[in-house]
């Protein structure tokens, strides 16, 4: 019984292509998706198209979707809406009337022609046509007599890509008007995500973690993406408990699973020809593609073959297997791209492999097959003369050296690079032994280069003698330079523990050379070795020669702490210096937070220490690492240690009008001090020791003490407190107290004072009352300090009097007209000047800044032709104008034209988007950079807009954010 997976599915539009990850799709819901060139999407969000096409190969879970779509809507059918699903593979020949019969004269048919919604799912209309040959033209004959009202008739049909007729295609673009193209979709169902293989190792009671980890090991994700191939990985996991070690063979037995017949209801059917032989068509049609460089398959007529393409009929012939011989005609090439799940739509009428991999595979695998001489199999591989293999057939000829042992020893020594590719169970521990010699004599030659080579594919070479045949590479000098960094590489990816004294010695010689001593430390971090990384503790002290770009310090800051650094030795090395403008450059992990899960109490007295050295550090980084260390002492404010640290801190970031627990760079996420009990734990302590005069900027700075903690102020009066804590609490009360405190605080304040006969035991607190005698003392009128209040507050009536009564001239309205007509004009210029016209109210004195256009009271007052209007204005400028890059890169301010031109996006944004679609490619290029910059808040739709620009001009957009992110580093 096939096990049902959870699995949530994905469609992407025929014409495109779905971002990858590795051989997976690249999840549409992670929160990078909004940067995919091409987004996939669920069937769900396609429920408002009324046509559906939907196509993909063989076993790609096609039926399993639209089956989970049909539950889906059943579940949550609206009102009037009825619902018809047919599996066309359960009609057979002379059946027709049957189908037309369920489809277009049931009760469901009825409900549609008397005004309800109908939603019509046919299924495996491919299997149908080997029945019904002449289905399609049926069906749509049917389809453009029977929908009358195509807005209530909502299909879709599925089938295999290869299967699929453009002449069904046109009728129901007819029918629904497809020219707008809201109203068909053609969409292919994409791979498996990652995360959709872990859920499926989970329903089999499987690690899907250990399970993507061999997967990813043995470079097989193009197998494990596809539902009939992941079951054949599954099957060999639960039978041997592991996976081959051998990825070709793994392929091999994968894409002949791939060539057999899946479905059950299918297999008893007469095919031209069986499963190996439908592998050896599909070998004929990958070397078409990868040795003649054809760019897909044309299934079309030959008279159409688009340039590049290769027509099916150019492609027939006969083909030998296991002593025998089968003719390859056009049926049977169709055949093998529809049975088939290698391939895959590239277009209308344009077919390849589903899987670059597969191609190259079958290439390799199709050239073994010939029996011809080493030499000549390698002949397609290779330039004109037979001598290097062509650059872009690398992979091809890894496969074939993994199949064929006499053609991985001719390449060990003429072009090593190539195996790099090679399947790792094909190379025993001698080829591994030459090759890594081969290399390292090629690249000290130079005629190769290490950083050509692919690095991840050199852990495939480890063997066990691979540290004595590194370490003279590794630490002789008169080397060069590169081959040695290779060798280091090399002990890198395979973790060649053995290597460790080596590696240290050369990291800390101050005369080696430094980017080798780099790398040496790389290796080191990378073995993860406790007393080998004790060993460079001289690196992050700074106390091992010469370290020019402070990249030696980081490494091994990052990677000693917190079990080989003490809180003393990390905060005043490095970190404690004067020159170390720029904290992140140490790469300790600030911004996620993740370094300050490192910290205990015991190192927060020293690493509030450090603070207190940068209070007014101006390095990039700096405020958010103080503002870390804060929140992480105030995690463990209930140490003693830790809170008389704190309160030493606090008293000279208060000194110097710093906040302690505000990061000046980033807006403020949480308020550790809104924990009440923590919060009068530190004042309490404040109290005792902050002096009378600095009292007041527990309110103002980071709001230590708020309005209420009165009523605890008040209670802690009470208790036994000195002279100057005494003072400094009934201070703080005079500082928190305002003229909206609740009335029984402000009752309680007085009667302690002796203004309220509340307390005729006791005499008046003379102490609290000084601190709020504008509270507690009348004015006397008659002083000149009260006359000269009274005099100014007139004179401020007046002014506003004056200010009231001025209005614009001309008012807001016809500034606005006269800007627009200018832009309208041709002069686009003038748009900076209508967007801040815009802004101005009738008694406006200045201009604001033109954001949000409904609330400015320009856009407020235009009628709808006049937004329009402007609308076109906006639109006017984007295409004609363009932002000053060097202005925008050499300073850390909007000038007029910046903010205009962003209130132009924000206007098309907001009121008319599809106006933006038709901006082209270099206008988006030409924006990028103010894109990019944007505002300083986060507003949803400048993050569209974002996306928007990366859809039509990527380049530009990364280039833009890699500026913006080099001149922050550098301020």
């Given amino acids: 019984m096939r096990i049902k997976y959870p699995w949530k599915r994905f469609w992407v539009a025929r014409d495109s292509s779905y971002s990858s990850d590795g051989g997976f799709l690249a999840d549409p819901e992670s929160e990078y998706a909004w940067a995919y060139p091409n987004r996939a999407v669920p069937l769900a969000e396609l429920r408002e198209k009324p046509a559906l096409i939907l196509l993909g190969e063989a076993g790609m879970g096609k039926s399993r979707s639209l089956i989970d779509e049909r539950d889906a809507l059943a579940d949550s059918l609206p009102e009037g809406t009825r619902l018809l699903y047919r599996n066309l593979n359960t009609f057979g020949s002379g059946e027709l009337q049957r189908l037309g019969d369920e489809l277009f004269r049931g009760p469901d048919y009825e409900a549609y022609q008397q005004g309800a919604r109908l939603v019509v799912l046919l299924d495996s209309l491919d299997e149908a046509l080997n029945d019904i040959p002449n289905l399609n033209k049926w069906l749509a004959e049917q389809l453009r007599q029977r929908v009358t009202h195509p807005e209530r008739f909502f299909l879709r049909i599925a089938s295999r890509t290869a299967a699929w007729q453009d002449s069904l295609e046109v009728a129901v673009k007819d029918i629904w008007e497809a020219d707008q193209a809201e109203n068909l979709g053609v969409f292919e169902i994409c791979p498996l995500r990652r995360v959709d293989v872990a859920i499926a190792a989970d329903t089999r009671s499987l690690d899907g973690n250990t399970l993507l980890e061999e997967i990813r090991r043995r470079e097989i994700e193009a197998l494990a993406s596809r539902p009939v191939t992941l079951e054949f990985l599954f099957s060999q996991w639960s039978k041997d408990g592991s996976l081959s070690d051998s990825k070709a063979e793994l392929y091999e037995k994968g894409i002949l699973?791939?060539?057999?017949?899946?479905?059950?209801?299918?297999?008893?059917?007469?095919?031209?020809?069986?499963?190996?032989?439908?592998?050896?068509?599909?070998?004929?049609?990958?070397?078409?593609?990868?040795?003649?460089?054809?760019?897909?398959?044309?299934?079309?007529?030959?008279?159409?073959?688009?340039?590049?393409d290769c027509a099916l009929a150019d492609l027939t012939g006969k083909e030998r297997q296991s002593g025998g011989e089968f003719r390859v005609d056009e049926g049977v090439l169709r055949e093998a791209l529809e049975m088939s799940g290698l391939f895959t739509g590239l277009g209308r009428e344009r077919m390849g492999f589903a899987q670059q991999s597969f191609a190259e595979f079958l290439a390799a695998w199709y050239l073994k097959t010939t029996g011809t001489e080493t030499h000549q199999r390698l002949r397609?591989?290779?330039?004109a003369?037979?001598?290097?293999?062509?650059?872009?057939?690398?992979?091809?000829?890894?496969?074939?050296?993994?199949?064929?042992?006499?053609?991985?020893?001719?390449?060990?020594?003429?072009?090593p690079e190539s195996l790099l590719?090679?399947?790792?169970?094909?190379?025993?521990?001698?080829?591994?032994?030459?090759?890594?010699?081969?290399?390292?004599?090629?690249?000290?030659?130079?005629?190769?280069?290490?950083?050509?080579?692919?690095?991840?594919?050199?852990?495939?070479?480890?063997?066990?003698?691979?540290?004595?045949?590194?370490?003279?590479?590794?630490?002789?000098?008169?080397?060069?330079?590169?081959?040695?960094?290779?060798?280091?590489?090399?002990?890198?990816?395979?973790?060649v523990l053995e290597l460790a004294g080596d590696l240290v010695k050369i990291a800390l010689d101050g005369e080696e050379d430094y980017y080798l001593r780099i790398a040496a430390t790389h290796v080191i971090v990378g073995l993860d070795d406790g007393p080998t990384l004790a060993a460079i503790k001289p690196l992050a002290l700074g106390a091992a020669g010469p370290d020019p770009d402070r990249r030696l310090r980081k490494m091994a800051l990052h990677a000693l702490w917190p079990n080989h650094l003490t809180a003393e030795e990390f905060f005043a090395g490095p970190l404690g210096t004067d020159d170390d403008r720029f904290v992140g450059d140490f790469d300790i992990s600030i911004s996620d937070g993740s370094f300050f899960k490192?910290?205990?109490?015991?190192?927060?007295?020293?690493?509030?220490?450090?603070?207190?050295?940068?209070?007014?550090?101006?390095?990039?980084?700096t405020g958010k690492l103080k503002a870390g260390l804060a929140h992480a002492a105030w995690s463990f404010i209930d140490e003693p240690e830790v809170l008389d640290a704190v309160v030493e801190t606090l008293l000279i970031f208060l000194n110097q009008h710093e906040h302690l627990f505000l990061d000046p760079d980033a807006p403020q996420v949480d308020d550790p001090l809104a924990d009440t009990r923590k919060r009068r734990l530190l004042l309490r302590r404040l109290l005792s020791v902050i002096p009378p005069d600095k009292v007041g900027s527990l309110v103002f700075s980071d709001h230590i003490a708020r309005q209420d903690d009165l009523p605890w102020l008040l209670d802690l009066l009470?208790?036994?407190?000195?002279?100057?804590?005494?003072?400094?609490?009934?201070?703080?009360?005079?500082?928190?107290?305002?003229?909206?405190?609740?009335?029984?605080?402000?009752?309680?304040?007085?009667?302690?004072?002796?203004?309220?006969?509340?307390?005729?035991?006791?005499?008046?607190?003379?102490?609290?009352?000084?601190?709020?005698?504008?509270?507690?003392?009348?004015?006397?009128?008659?002083?000149?300090?009260?006359?000269?209040?009274?005099?100014?507050?007139?004179?401020?009536?007046?002014?506003?009097?004056?200010?009231?009564?001025?209005?614009?001239?001309?008012?807001?309205?016809?500034?606005?007209?006269?800007?627009?007509?200018?832009?309208?004009?041709?002069?686009?210029?003038?748009?900076?000047?209508?967007?801040?016209?815009?802004?101005?109210?009738?008694?406006?004195?200045?201009?604001?800044?033109?954001?949000?256009?409904?609330?400015?009271?320009?856009?407020?007052?235009?009628?709808?032709?006049?937004?329009?209007?402007?609308?076109?204005?906006?639109?006017?400028?984007?295409?004609?104008?363009?932002?000053?890059?060097?202005?925008?890169?050499?300073s850390n301010s909007f000038f007029f034209e910046d903010v205009a031109g962003l209130f132009a996006f924000e206007v098309l944004s907001q009121t008319a988007p599809d106006r933006l679609a038709h901006l082209e490619g270099e206008h988006w290029a030409e924006w990028a950079p103010l894109i990019m910059g944007g505002y300083h808040e986060k507003q949803g739709w400048l993050q569209a807009l974002r996306r928007e620009a990366y859809r039509y001009a990527p380049e530009a957009v990364v280039d833009a954010a890699l500026r913006y992110a080099t001149l922050h580093r550098q301020r």
Wanted: glycine share 4%.
């Fill in 380 to 383: 397609p591989l290779q330039f």
């Fill in 257 to 308: 699973a791939l060539c057999e017949e899946n479905n059950p209801e299918r297999r008893s059917r007469s095919y031209l020809i069986d499963p190996r032989q439908r592998m050896t068509v599909a070998g004929r049609l990958a070397c078409a593609l990868i040795l003649c460089g054809h760019s897909a398959l044309w299934t079309g007529r030959i008279q159409d073959t688009p340039t590049g």
């Fill in 598 to 621: 490192t910290l205990n109490p015991s190192h927060m007295p020293t690493a509030l220490a450090w603070a207190t050295r940068h209070v007014v550090h101006p390095g990039y980084g």
């Fill in 718 to 890: 009470d208790t036994t407190l000195s002279k100057t804590e005494y003072r400094c609490a009934s201070q703080l009360i005079g500082n928190l107290l305002r003229s909206d405190a609740p009335l029984d605080i402000t009752n309680r304040i007085l009667a302690r004072c002796g203004i309220a006969l509340k307390r005729p035991e006791k005499s008046p607190d003379i102490v609290l009352r000084k601190a709020v005698a504008w509270l507690v003392h009348p004015m006397r009128f008659k002083t000149s300090a009260t006359q000269r209040a009274r005099e100014n507050w007139c004179d401020s009536q007046e002014r506003r009097k004056k200010r009231q009564s001025v209005l614009l001239d001309p008012p807001p309205e016809e500034r606005v007209r006269t800007a627009l007509e200018r832009c309208e004009r041709g002069d686009h210029a003038s748009w900076p000047k209508l967007a801040f016209e815009l802004t101005l109210t009738p008694d406006a004195r200045n201009y604001a800044w033109p954001k949000n256009p409904d609330e400015l009271p320009g856009w407020q007052a235009a009628a709808d032709d006049m937004r329009s209007r402007i609308g076109g204005a906006a639109m006017e400028y984007l295409r004609h104008a363009s932002p000053d890059r060097d202005k925008l890169y050499s």
């Fill in 421 to 495: 590719h090679v399947d790792g169970a094909a190379l025993t521990n001698a080829d591994k032994v030459s090759l890594v010699q081969s290399l390292l004599e090629k690249i000290e030659q130079q005629t190769l280069f290490s950083h050509d080579l692919p690095q991840r594919a050199l852990r495939k070479l480890s063997h066990p003698g691979l540290a004595e045949q590194l370490r003279p590479w590794i630490l002789d000098k008169k080397r060069y330079r590169h081959s040695r960094d290779f060798a280091l590489d090399m002990a890198r990816w395979c973790g």
């Fill in 385 to 415: 003369d037979g001598g290097k293999l062509v650059p872009k057939l690398h992979e091809t000829a890894a496969w074939l050296a993994s199949l064929d042992r006499p053609v991985l020893e001719y390449l060990i020594d003429r072009q």
